[in-house]
């Protein structure tokens, strides 16, 4: 058996906890994490449609975390979605992500909205902070789609 088949095709496990912690700007540190099913699951299994550009952003980090690829090409817009995208967190080298927090979320007008956050993942033995500002607009069918993203350095 090799290692393809035993990923096997099916939806990966998912956890009890919400990955993304229920993230939001003025969330209490220690925060409780919000349950899976009642979070990020509703869209990335059950098919809901994020209400914000922010529950949006949770879910598609969630996502990362779960390496489901179909659901964050679904959520990016098609001008800016890579060919190429590789999110197997079983990979070599792939980031274990280990937290979200949300610094920022400004809705500008009816389709276009951003989210500044920080995630924090480790790769190698060594810890990250992924800080971008990422901009998302919402299409005709009334879905949010992530477009693209300003990483900070810092
Ligand atoms: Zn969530």
Redesign the pocket.
């Known amino acids: 058996m090799n290692a393809e088949t035993a990923r096997g095709t099916g939806k990966t496990i998912r956890p009890a906890d919400?990955?993304?912690g229920?993230a939001a700007p003025n969330q209490k540190s220690g925060a409780k994490a919000?349950r899976?099913a009642q979070?990020?699951g509703r869209f990335v299994d059950d098919a809901a449609v994020p209400a914000t550009a922010l529950e949006l952003m949770?879910?598609r980090y969630?996502a990362y975390v779960l390496g489901d690829e179909a659901y964050l090409r679904s959520t990016w817009a098609s001008e800016t979605c890579p060919a190429d995208l590789d999110v197997d967190p079983a990979a070599v080298g792939a980031p274990r992500w280990l937290g979200l927090a949300v610094k920022r979320h400004e809705q500008r007008d009816d389709t276009h909205a951003i989210v500044e956050f920080v995630a924090r993942y480790k790769t190698g033995g060594r810890a990250f902070r992924l800080h971008e500002t990422s901009r998302f607009t919402r299409g005709d069918d009334g879905r949010w789609r992530y477009v693209d993203g300003e990483v900070s350095s810092d």
């Open positions: 919400c990955p993304c229920g919000p899976y979070c990020c949770r879910s969630t």
